[in-house]
């Protein structure tokens, strides 16, 4: 167990609808982090949340957005779906700014769109 | 451009042997650390093994190891005395040193490990 929670587990859904999908951190860890795992794209980076700033951007859709509450969990928001936003998207966390080791990644939240 | 090459889709290995998976990287920064992930059917990320550039032994845990040439940028990862439970989808992981990183690692694209009896 990593210590990062997301939810839900799995997610159906029908093109054009918005969903949500949240992450709560390891206790402590400051920075979270959001990737996107699809046959296709393999595991892209998203987005990145330091202390509730946004930190970093990857290959974040304009569909998508993403915010980091006072509490440091963090919400990934996902609209007008699509066909090929189907894929397992992960959280991720780490300790402060300065910490080099891994990444501690919750077990992901499976979308799948119809 | 690729920042990590996993030339490897997959590969089969017998239970007891070992294995080597290759990654090769691309960076500028003098500072960074290379990663290795495993991802069993089930989903979940695990982290096996972490080597710092500045690093001068070549990490080990347990029977993973990393073969660190940091002149070839290659950091292949060895798994010794192969178990069925080893099978999974490995992944080669860097995060780049420069501040406007913000720690974020950078994933391959995964070699697919089937561990045959």
């Known amino acids: 167990d990593s210590g990062v929670t997301q939810t839900p587990k799995h997610l159906i859904t029908a093109t054009g609808q918005r969903v949500t999908l949240r992450c709560s951190p390891r206790s402590g860890d400051l920075s979270v982090y959001w990737y996107q795992q699809s046959l296709d794209q393999g595991l892209q980076f998203l987005i990145q949340y330091y202390n509730g700033e946004e930190r970093a951007k990857g290959n974040i859709l304009e569909r998508f957005s993403a915010q980091q509450f006072p509490d440091l969990h963090s919400e990934l928001n996902l609209s007008s779906l699509e066909l090929g936003d189907s894929a397992l998207y992960f959280c991720a966390s780490s300790p402060d700014r300065g910490y080099t080791g891994e990444l501690f990644f919750g077990e992901g939240s499976r979308l799948t769109v119809l | 451009a690729q920042k990590i090459t996993q030339t490897q889709p997959g590969m089969f290995v017998q239970e007891k042997e070992a294995v080597t998976l290759d990654c090769t990287y691309d960076?500028?920064?003098?500072?960074?650390?290379l990663f290795w992930y495993k991802q069993p059917s089930s989903g979940e990320m695990i982290f096996l093994i972490y080597q710092g550039s500045y690093d001068e032994q070549n990490a080990t845990e347990g029977r993973y190891s990393l073969n660190f040439q940091k002149a070839r940028k290659s950091a292949n990862l060895v798994i010794s005395a192969s178990q069925l439970g080893d099978s999974a989808m490995y992944f080669c992981?860097?995060?780049?040193?420069?501040?406007?990183?913000?720690?974020?690692?950078?994933f391959g694209a995964g070699t697919q490990v089937v561990v045959t009896p």
């Open positions: 992981a860097m995060r780049e040193g420069s501040t406007d990183s913000w720690g974020k690692l950078q």
């Open positions: 960076t500028s920064d003098q500072s960074y650390g």
